[in-house]
């Protein structure tokens, strides 16, 4: 852990423009896991921006019958939202699965987007890493790598994004808003994230001195009977091996609409597009959904641990959908 | 021998000091208050094997707030030849993770930062940490005897020819991973050096331990050596022997004189620095009758030491006592690796070797076509299988009967078919749990009387949160005869007579037996020299622990039997435990709270052996990669739905005065057979090597 200084931001401008001087600054929001990151000395910033008085704590409704989440809201006020609750229950079941409930009380809805991978080896500064010292190289991919990513892996990182709330978000087809050096944007959730290709260090598109003021949810009539099914190694917190999250919508017997997003298995929240294309317009029968599920994965690239999460995936896409089909008749 | 009646003992009192611990008033080693407090940061080694060629101090030391930096270049030459504890005694480097340097500072966020400036610079060389090819390459050897009752090689009969003969075989490998104890409080110290006199605060299970190690490696009087120890956060056994952080304590304060050094390990440090539980690779061949009745029994354990040290997970240690059998054989063997050196961890050996044991002899029912309950109980010896004594007590079968009772345990052959509740497979399985009676000799305890009837019991004893201050208060409470109130129980302080460690279920055995003599001998003085009246004066008497002269006479062994119902998704291979239940033949119980805790906390930490705990190595780097808690799951709340823990009625007057086998280990033991055996049948597949994660149960 090295000295660092403190300050704190109390609009999006000021915060923007103090970090934008300072290259190896940092936002902090709860800190959950910066301040861990810090602690193994993986992350070295030399100035904290706490820009929780910067950001909204708030959960709005938009005239469009969206929902705006305030980038400051924490996990534990968004999963106990009604208008999430009702609207988007994937979102809820996403941040009650991940963490505890302590965490969940002071980790913020834009950090949570924006944790690091928790590769074994990215964790531990006496390896080597290309996320944390790029060219280095990658101690997962002949080591421990049970966790890590089946899709979109690059030879130099097989890391995943850690976040459930991601997962959900990037079902719902979110919108993050940001403010930076060059001014307001909205990025597509899943255009937030990128895969590792061979700039691992970069999680994210953001710039530096970006910061994440909201989530926009769309409205989404279907994502009121959607889900988030996560799998991990025990009952209790712990992250996951391979979580869906997903929204259908059926008549007549026949999937008009749905959304399918994974996590635990790339270096983003993976949305199942291919999948969601061949389902569209036939029956939800166990049969589609496999053979969906299975195009989807037809490119995994397993690592010496984690083949298990391709037979995983599908079947937790299946049984999600298939949940979620059967409650609706 | 008699035992003591018991009034105090069997009520299920609280923690005495609960409420003090809940509010934050009971003062852990590091919390203890002192004046201008200094702080230590270690400096490790980041290569397994080789030689430190420079050690570059100058930015550290230049750190505003440092007072000092130890290297293997200014530490002080130590008085030991455990090579654990022989840490900056030269350029070498045992293992990735090992001390190299320490920083002291004003505040321990300096020392943090300016530990991480010291620059060293290594010539490495190449390491193996590699268990598994040692054994397949035969680079093993036979451990030196661990306990001397507990022989290490066993050859008794003919194991080959019987098993050749046998109507039905079972013979497997069995694997276990490295554990890491993980206790919530870390190994912690604070160090004080005032002229001559040493005082330590240390998380610690044995102060005398402490005492005379410190003592040698600094080559002190032991005089000179006060340790206390008021409370303790968990232990799980690292805590008995002394470990590198409190010798690199010491160090730091002889560089501060006068000021108290805090060390506490961050949980990183946790996973090398405090011994750990080997892996283990065991081979069990079992041999039957057509009714199931054992002719052999084979159990041979491989596992890692360090090259610094010896230690053997003595994981056939079981064997011998469980079933009858006239044909036996054990075999255990170390390959000594360029790693940390393991050490004690719950029930060591029973723990682990248990797993291999039981999870085979479900393999044998279901090969016989047997209810396991039933196989058990047809393989239950009348004496001791090894040596012929008879059991000074022996439960097994009284739990397992009272077990099934309680669990409802369908009696089954191997052809039953498991339930299936949407979608998830449930089955049930049982394994047997065993201890040895174990009596750890050394201790003295000091009684003092005064008129008004207040009686003061002094030991150095410890309690590490298990409720020993309670229980064994309990106990004096009864050796004296006299009203609980009227009891105080001092602990944790070299100052007060030795006592031996908290350590092989045996605290309470050991330190109520001596309690009891104690309160014998105050009594006869009082009633020979003072006409049955308690002097104006008051009265003090010291007593030895008590030998017990039925040691040789009898096996004296704690047993239990352990039920538990799986859940396992048939889509997703989830593993879930709804239900485990033991019943437990451990003697008399003090404290039905305390003791309660202790065996559910083992059965609870068997569940997390079976479903979650793996240190994981990485061999390129040559250390734990999983270090910390987020990573090294343990079970936790929801994992734990409902464990149950129960009794059966059992007096044993050969153990001890007080009538007791020790509750803290057994727990452990045999838990997590019970799940593997409960995982064979929900889904037909045998785990035979721990964790039991979803992948290895999933169905492509």
């Not at chain 1, 978000?169 to 937030?192: C, F, K, N, Y």
Request: glycine share 8%.
């Amino acid at each position: 852990m090295r000295p660092f200084r403190y300050e704190r931001a109390t609009d999006p401008d000021g915060a923007v423009a103090l970090l934008s001087r300072s290259p190896q600054a940092a936002f902090l929001g709860g800190g959950t896991n910066l301040v861990d990151l810090m602690k193994l000395d993986v992350a070295r910033p030399d100035l904290l921006i706490d820009i929780r008085g910067a950001v909204s704590g708030v959960i709005e409704e938009l005239p469009d019958g969206g929902v705006r989440i305030g980038a400051g809201v924490s996990n534990s006020d968004l999963a106990a939202e009604p208008l999430i609750r009702e609207r988007y229950p994937v979102v809820a079941q996403a941040v009650l699965n991940g963490a505890s409930t302590q965490l969940r009380n002071v980790a913020t809805v834009g950090g949570n987007l924006l944790q690091r991978t928790r590769c074994l080896y990215f964790q531990d500064i006496t390896t080597a890493c290309n996320k944390r010292q790029p060219g280095s190289g990658c101690s997962a991919i002949d080591g421990h790598n049970r966790d890590l990513a089946i899709l979109g892996t690059s030879p130099d990182c097989i890391a995943t994004q850690p976040s459930d709330l991601a997962v959900a978000l990037a079902a719902v087809d979110a919108t993050v808003q940001t403010v930076g050096p060059d001014g307001s944007r909205g990025i597509p959730l899943t255009e937030l994230h990128r895969l590792p290709g061979s700039e691992p260090q970069h999680d994210n598109v953001l710039a530096h001195g970006e910061l994440i003021t909201a989530v926009d949810l769309p409205p989404l009539a279907m994502a009121a009977r959607s889900r988030y099914r996560k799998i991990r190694d025990r009952a209790s917190y712990a992250f996951a091996l391979v979580s869906v999250a997903a929204a259908i919508d059926v008549a007549d017997g026949q999937v008009r609409d749905v959304r399918i997003a994974l996590g635990g298995v790339a270096h983003k929240p993976w949305r199942a597009r291919r999948a969601e294309d061949l389902l569209r317009g036939g029956p939800a029968t166990e049969d589609r959904l496999r053979r969906a599920a299975e195009a989807e994965l037809a490119e995994a690239q397993p690592q010496s641990d984690n083949a298990f999460k391709i037979p995983l995936a599908r079947n937790a896409i299946v049984r999600t959908v298939l949940d979620l089909v059967e409650a609706e008749r | 021998m008699s035992i003591i009646p018991a009034r105090a003992m069997g009520r299920p009192l609280d923690r005495f000091d609960g409420a003090d611990k809940v509010r934050g008033l009971a003062p852990y080693a590091y919390e203890h208050p002192v004046a201008r407090p200094a702080y230590l940061s270690a400096v490790r080694s980041t290569i397994a094997t080789g030689q430190i060629m420079g050690i570059d101090c100058s930015q550290a030391s230049a750190q505003p707030g440092v007072l000092g930096v130890l290297t293997h270049l200014n530490a002080p030459r130590l008085g030991t030849d455990d090579g654990e504890l022989r840490i900056l005694q030269s350029e070498e480097v045992a293992f990735r993770g090992q001390f190299v340097g320490a920083v002291i500072a004003e505040t321990s966020e300096i020392a943090r930062h300016a530990a991480g400036l010291v620059r060293v610079d290594y010539r490495p060389r190449p390491h193996d940490v590699d268990l598994e090819s040692s054994r397949e390459q035969g680079r093993l050897r036979v451990p030196q005897q661990i306990m001397p009752m507990f022989p290490v090689t066993v050859d008794k009969g003919d194991v080959e020819s019987a098993l050749a003969a046998a109507s039905v075989r079972v013979e497997h490998n069995y694997r276990t991973p490295w554990y890491n104890h993980n206790p919530i409080e870390p190994h912690t110290t604070i160090a004080c050096w005032n002229d001559d006199q040493l005082t330590l605060y240390v998380s610690t299970q044995y102060l005398m331990g402490v005492r005379s190690t410190v003592a040698a490696a600094f080559r002190l009087d032991p005089q000179q050596v006060r340790v206390y120890a008021p409370h303790v956060g968990g232990a799980f056994g690292s805590k008995v022997p002394v470990h590198s952080d409190l010798i690199l304590a010491v160090m730091a304060a002889q560089l501060v004189p006068g000021r108290s050094v805090r060390f506490a390990l961050t949980r990183h440090q946790m996973f090398t620095q405090t011994g750990y539980r080997s892996p283990t690779i065991q081979r069990v061949r079992l041999g039957a009758d057509a009714e199931g009745r054992l002719t052999a029994v084979d159990h041979e354990s491989f596992e890692q030491t360090s090259r610094l040290g010896e230690f053997a997970e003595h994981a056939t240690r079981a064997t011998p006592t469980m079933y009858a059998t006239p044909h036996l054989r054990i075999r255990q063997q170390v390959a000594a690796l360029d790693l940390p050196t393991p050490s004690i961890m719950r029930a060591p050996g029973e723990s682990v070797g248990m797993f291999a044991l039981e999870s085979a002899m479900d393999e044998l029912a279901v090969a016989c076509g047997l209810d396991p309950v039933e196989l058990r109980l047809r393989n239950e010896p009348v004496a001791h299988p090894l040596d012929g004594r008879p059991f000074s007590s022996r439960g097994l079968a009284a739990c397992l009967r009272e077990g099934a009772r309680r669990f409802g345990w369908q009696p089954r052959q191997a052809t039953t078919t498991p339930s299936r509740q949407d979608g998830w497979l449930v089955g049930t399985g049982v394994a047997a749990s065993t201890y040895p009676v174990l009596r750890l000799p050394g201790s003295k305890a000091t009684i003092r009387v005064t008129p008004d009837g207040r009686y003061t019991v002094l030991m150095a004893a410890v309690d590490i949160g298990t409720g020993t201050r309670t229980a064994l208060t309990q106990v004096a409470a009864d050796a004296l005869r006299v009203d609980l109130a009227q009891v105080e129980l001092r602990l944790g302080d070299t100052a007060y007579p030795p006592a031996a460690q908290e350590g092989g279920s045996a605290g309470i055995t050991s330190w109520g037996a001596t309690i009891c003599v104690g309160a014998d001998e105050l009594r006869r003085r009082i009633a020979a020299e003072h006409g049955g009246t308690i002097p104006a004066d008051g009265l003090e008497v010291t007593v030895d622990m008590p030998e017990n002269p039925h040691l040789e006479q009898y096996a004296m062994h704690a047993f239990g039997a352990q039920f538990a119902e799986v859940r396992v998704h048939g889509e997703t291979g989830e593993i879930r435990v709804p239900r485990q239940l033991g019943v437990f033949a451990v003697g008399r119980v003090v404290n039905p709270k305390t003791a309660r805790s202790q065996l559910i906390g083992g059965m609870t930490m068997g569940l997390s052996m079976a479903l979650h705990e793996a240190s994981l190595l990485d061999p390129r780097y040559g250390h734990v990669i999983n270090h910390d808690l987020a990573t090294y799951h343990v079970s936790s709340n929801a994992d734990v739905p409902a464990v149950q823990a129960h009794w059966i009625a059992e007096q044993d007057d050969q153990l001890n005065p007080v009538g007791i086998k020790g509750a803290g280990e057994i727990g452990i033991v045999g838990a997590a057979a019970a799940i593997a055996n409960a995982v064979h049948h929900a889904t037909g597949v045998r785990v035979r090597e721990l964790p039991i994660t979803l992948d290895k149960l999933l169905t492509v």
